[in-house]
């Protein structure tokens, strides 16, 4: 109840242009999960919600939320190349993989970063900056999703730690991780002296 709407315009074919790479938008964080449970679900989003049940003293259930599949937006097909994609963001190569620095040792995250201007009178502010990583894991059959975003920030570095702690925090809480195995093979290496 009372959470603020997003807004988006498409009057004009430059506004259905920008809004496919995030500019002339907005969308609240709440409504940013519901989107990406479409990933989760095979295309089907879910209502999200924040409690998942209210007990008063006396033990008695005043409120209990229970999954509520809201519809289809993509095909499973194309959420798994989505997850796929994502996948290399934070698993690719740190050269052109945007979101490598979110990556955590033991956990099957995938995700996507992001970067927005902000909008002013009449344009941007100079300098000023909406910075987001959305990600999910286990990428697999994802469960729990992360959405961080902050405002004016200089750099994106905290919220990289911020995500990394808990994804960490979480994954370990709910038994998510996984240890990898060393190869313990022996390797001669020839003498190179002289």
Same mark, same amino acid.
């Given at each position: ?33 519901q989107a990406l449970s479409s ?49 290399? !963001?934070?698993?690719?190569? +740190? *050269? ?6 979110? &990556?955590?040792?033991?956990? %099957? #995250? ?35 999703? !992360?959405?961080?975003?902050? +405002? *004016? ?6 919220? &990289?730690?911020?995500?990394? %702690? #808990? ?28």
């Amino acid at each position: 109840p009372n959470e603020a709407n997003g807004s988006i315009n498409f009057k004009y074919n430059t506004e259905v242009a920008s809004a496919s790479y995030g500019q002339g938008m907005s969308v609240t964080a709440v409504q940013m999960l519901q989107a990406l449970s479409s990933l989760g679900n095979g295309g089907i989003t879910v209502k999200p919600f924040i409690v998942s049940k209210i007990v008063d003293n006396d033990g008695n259930i005043i409120v209990e939320n229970k999954r509520e599949e809201l519809n289809r937006v993509c095909s499973e097909e194309t959420a798994n190349k989505l997850i796929t994609l994502m996948r290399g !963001v934070v698993n690719g190569d +740190s *050269k052109i993989s945007t979101g490598t620095a979110y &990556k955590v040792n033991g956990v %099957d #995250l995938i995700g996507k970063t992001g970067t927005a201007e902000i909008a002013g009178d009449g344009g941007y502010l100079k300098n000023s900056y909406v910075r987001s990583f959305a990600g999910l894991f286990p990428g697999k059959d994802p469960e729990i999703i !992360v959405y961080a975003a902050s +405002s *004016k920030s200089k750099s994106s570095s905290y919220l &990289k730690t911020a995500v990394k %702690d #808990l994804v960490k925090n979480v994954s370990t809480y709910l038994n998510m991780t996984t240890t990898s195995t060393s190869d313990t093979s022996d390797y001669n290496v020839d003498s190179y002296i002289n």
